[in-house]
């Protein structure tokens, strides 16, 4: 057949029929021919039985679809069986059924040949799951592995510690940790009363802290204490151990953990942030911080039960006695009771746990912690072994009967209030009553305990068995007393009765009343014409006030009832409406007729007013206000010293004060002004201490005569109940004008002693507060100062001396001249005055100011409403309002604001007229 004939060899379709058949057509070991020997494509493979010669025509022809490409490009890169050459064919490479793919790709052929291996994979940072590896093995990290997280971990651990730390500060103590109470001390350094802050607790230094009491924390809490940085590791894995094991629970906390956890961290949350912030406070209070500071913060601070907090308060709840007096086995019980007061107080807390907190389990839970707490000392060489033997033959430390804070009930709140004011007066500035607020202070009073007591129970006897409002209530309501006992030789406030109950009766009725102090301010006006003398009388046309002469005990003035009242220049005092003034006497009664005439000593002792009047005249009533205030009356006290009635006590200072100047005589004349407290010390540094600074008021000869006169008004006067068997006692007793106020005061040479007694409705809701009348109270005609009053002293007296030994009062010197006096008395002057001491504080007779002048300004002008003449009686002026008293310290207490019928300073009409009776 002609080759023109022949039939053209058929395109090559594509499809994997037509690659196996290419494929399989290839000799097996032939090399694929160059693309370009031939002019035909698929020339490269032949077809099934062409030959070289035949099967080639020479002609070009065109792909035959995508079989005939997928051959093309099969042939690029290599048929053959053999592996293909680098660079050559990505997927499978050349292989038995299937060829390399083209260049450039990453999968492998259609074929089904294996091709090359992979190339190794880059490594993975962290292999989990583990990728080389099959099932459980799989997911089981390697040992590098968890080397490496454990590595990591403490690293981090140790990177948020380092940060911690550096972040944290040690915090300043919070201000519930440093809230105290302030201590009241009696006089013999005995606890009063700890009161006036928000937490029972006093602040000591470390110095004061027993070293046995750190000794037993340190045994029984922290061993390492000394040498450990604030935390202790091995502690805290004790304390997980024993609570896995089920056993008791043993604290991991050290003693800065607990000083932090109680003094710096406000937020006692059970929080895990507050537990972390705990312990970097404590690990960096610990290596800051000296062991002295956080030894003593812990002791300060900690709970010790029945509500004491810190180490002096709960020595004195448990003990009644200072922390630096604790002894070991005392110290080992304060230990054990920091475990938990509630389990380990032996008085036991039933209310709280009535099962577990009994009496009888609480105390020998504290017997079996105070013996294991003592031989922990003794092993850890902190005590020796021969106390612990002794400690043990003693027995478990006695405690005090559990009893909460001290009431300020009875006397105890008057005598609080009475230190407190005294401090803040006194103190300069140093101690303000926001300190006192803020607590802390350890206030030294002079209150002696047993004097307190003695002085309440005598004036609840005289009460008990005279005073019945329910029987008499219109005249046994709203019966008063008050007291003061001062010592007159340092001014020492020993004792004071401030009514029935602090917590009920808001008044301290020995300090300012208001109440008056009638005929017991008579010594002030002996004492000012024995130191002062008396003017030489001189006609109205003659001004000034010419000569002076000191007086006698012994002078003669008039005691006639209704006596015309004279001016030093003769002129007869007159009342706004120009009547003459007559003084009566108490009782109307006149003395020694027909001269009248009576001296000194004797009108004394009868409380004779138209004698003093007439005295205070011819001295001057300045000099008379110039001897109280030197005695040691407050200036604020004084009622007007411009009628004559200023002599009889229309003046109203307080127990405290009359005490006080009673005892300037007593002491000869060396005033000592009272003061209730000696010093206040706090955080163990001493801020006030009082300064003993006596002042020269009288001349010896004048107080000593003083005495002497008064001492006679005891033994066979109108103080005949004031007599104390065996004791030399010197006093006055005093009844106001209406009978409104009656007073006893007296001494010996140990102790002065002012009892007042009044009526008067001073509750702090009262709307009206007034004096009134005295007249039926306890089944009395009349009050007056040598009744109840006069009883009082006599009783409190004689207990509270009793054990003193019997002292007697210096003798005095003869003093002054002895004038005469008839009806209208003559003065004689005195040829020799009486000697005068440099160191007196009043100026000597040739020095003294004038007196008034006898001007009409003394004498009643028609438009002076204080003057009133009804004939010598008195209408009874009332005390008036005081002014402020700081007896002692005490501020003002409140009095009577009408007095009477007018009247400077609330001194009315009863002091204007008659005054105050005997």
């Known amino acids: 057949m002609s080759e023109h004939r022949r039939k053209p060899p058929q395109p090559q379709g594509g499809g994997r029929a037509a690659a196996r058949r290419g494929t399989s057509g ?3 070991g032939r090399r694929a021919a160059p693309r370009d020997a031939t002019g035909s494509p698929s020339d490269a493979y032949g077809t099934p039985g062409s030959t070289g010669s035949s099967g080639s025509t020479g002609d070009d022809r065109p792909y035959g679809g995508r079989a005939e490409a997928r051959r093309a490009a099969q042939r690029s890169a290599g048929g053959s069986r053999r592996k293909a050459p680098d660079g050559g064919g990505g997927r499978g490479g050349g292989g038995r059924r299937g060829g390399g793919g083209p260049e450039g790709s990453d999968g492998p052929g259609r074929g089904r040949g294996r091709g090359p291996s992979r190339p190794p994979q880059k490594k993975r940072f ?14 089981l990290p390697s040992w590098r592995l968890v080397t490496g997280l454990f590595v990591g971990l403490c690293a981090s651990l140790m990177a948020a510690a380092g940060i911690g730390y550096a972040m944290v500060d040690v915090p300043k103590t919070a201000d519930t940790a440093k809230a105290q109470n302030n201590v009241f001390y009696w006089s013999n350094g005995k606890q009063m009363v700890a009161t006036g802050g928000e937490t029972n607790r006093q602040i000591i230094k470390y110095e004061e802290i027993p070293e046995a009491m750190r000794f037993a924390v340190m045994s029984a809490e922290n061993k390492t204490f000394e040498t450990d940085k604030g935390v202790d ?3 805290i894995a004790r304390a997980f151990v024993n609570m896995a094991k089920g056993g008791a629970t043993q604290g991991g906390s050290t003693i800065t953990q607990q000083y932090v956890k109680n003094a710096m961290l406000d937020d006692q949350s059970q929080t895990i942030s507050r537990k972390v912030k705990e312990l970097f406070v404590s690990i960096k209070v610990g290596r800051t911080e000296p062991k002295e500071t956080v030894m003593a913060g812990y002791l300060n601070t900690a709970y010790y039960g029945r509500g004491a907090y810190g180490i002096q308060a709960a020595a004195r709840t448990y003990f009644n006695q200072d922390a630096s007096n604790l002894n070991a086995s005392q110290c080992a019980f304060l230990a054990s009771v920091l475990k938990g007061a509630t389990y380990y107080d032996p008085a036991g807390a039933p209310e709280i746990d009535p099962v577990q907190a009994t009496p009888a389990k609480n105390k020998a839970r504290a017997e079996k912690r105070w013996s294991w707490i003592l031989d922990e000392e003794v092993k850890d060489k902190r005590l020796d072994a021969t106390d612990r033997a002794k400690f043990k033959a003693e027995g478990f430390p006695t405690l005090q ?30 101690i303000t009553a926001l300190d006192l607020q803020k607590g802390g202070y350890e206030i030294h009073t002079t209150f002696d305990k047993m004097k307190v007591h003695k002085l309440e129970a005598a004036v609840k006897k005289v009460r008990k068995e005279n005073i019945n409002q329910k029987l008499r209530p219109k005249t046994d309501k709203y019966v008063q007393f008050g007291g003061a006992s001062v010592n007159p030789t340092s001014g020492a406030i020993e004792a004071i009765y401030g009514g029935e109950d602090a917590t009920r009766h808001y008044t301290n009725n020995a300090d300012q009343t208001g109440a008056q102090v009638g005929s017991t301010f008579k010594p002030f006006v002996l004492a000012a014409a024995m130191r002062d003398g008396i003017r030489s009388p001189k006609g109205p046309e003659v001004q000034g006030e010419g000569e002076r002469t000191p007086v006698s005990p ?8 209704k006596l015309k009242i004279k001016k030093y220049n003769g002129e007869v005092w007159t009342d706004k409406d120009g009547k003459e003034w007559l003084q009566t006497n108490d009782g109307g009664e006149s003395y020694n007729r027909p001269t009248y005439q009576i001296d000194l000593r004797e009108a004394m002792r009868e409380s004779v007013n138209s004698a003093y009047v007439q005295l205070g005249m011819d001295v001057g009533l300045d000099k008379v206000k110039k001897a109280a205030s030197d005695a040691g009356i407050k200036d604020t006290s004084f009622a007007s010293a411009n009628y004559p009635s200023f002599s009889l006590g229309t003046s109203d200072p307080s127990a405290i004060r009359m005490a006080g100047a ?25 801020v006030y201490r009082h300064p003993k600074a006596p002042v020269r008021a009288f001349q010896p000869d004048v107080a000593n005569n003083v005495t002497d ?21 010197a006093g006055k007793t005093g009844t106001t004008d209406g009978n409104k106020s009656a007073w006893f005061v007296g001494y010996t040479p140990q102790l002065s002693t002012a009892i007042t007694m009044y009526r008067m409705d001073d509750n702090e809701n009262s709307k009206k507060r007034e004096f009134l009348e005295m007249y039926g109270t306890g089944n009395q005609e009349k009050i007056h100062g040598a009744s109840f009053p006069s009883e009082i002293w006599h009783d409190y007296m004689m207990e509270a001396l009793k054990g003193e030994p019997s002292m007697s009062f210096p003798t ?40 008034p002048s006898p001007s009409t300004s003394e004498s009643c002008s028609s438009w002076s409403w204080n003057c009133n003449n009804n004939g010598g009686t008195s209408n009874g002026g009332t005390g008036g309002t005081p002014t402020g008293g700081t007896d002692g310290g005490v501020t003002s207490s409140p009095s009577d604001p009408g007095g009477g019928n007018g009247g400077n300073n609330g001194n009315g009409n009863g002091g204007i007229f008659g005054g105050p009776a005997g």
């Open 26 to 28: 290839a000799s097996p």
């Open 126 to 139: 962290i292999d989990y799951p583990r990728s080389d590896k099959y099932g459980v093995r799989r997911w």
């Open 233 to 235: 590791p091995m502690g």
């Open 401 to 430: 009967s559990p009893r909460s804070n001290p009431s300020l009930g009875g006397q105890t709140g008057y005598l609080v209030d009475l230190a407190k004011a005294y401090v803040i007066n006194n103190s300069h500035g140093r």
């Open 554 to 561: 012994k002078s003669l003035y008039s005691g006639q009832n």
């Open 662 to 686: 009673y005892g300037t005589f007593a002491a000869s004349g060396q005033r000592n002004d009272p003061f209730s407290v000696t010093s206040v010390d706090h955080e163990g540094d001493t």
């Open 709 to 729: 006169v008064l001492r006679t008004v005891v033994d066979k006067g109108t103080g005949t109940n004031a007599k104390l068997p065996g004791r030399q006692v």
């Open 812 to 851: 005095p010197e003869p003093i002054g001249s002895i004038v005469g006096a008839t009806p209208s008395p003559s003065i004689t002057p005195s040829a020799t005055p009486s000697p005068s001491d440099s160191a007196t504080v009043e100026p000597s007779p040739s020095q003294s100011s004038p007196g």
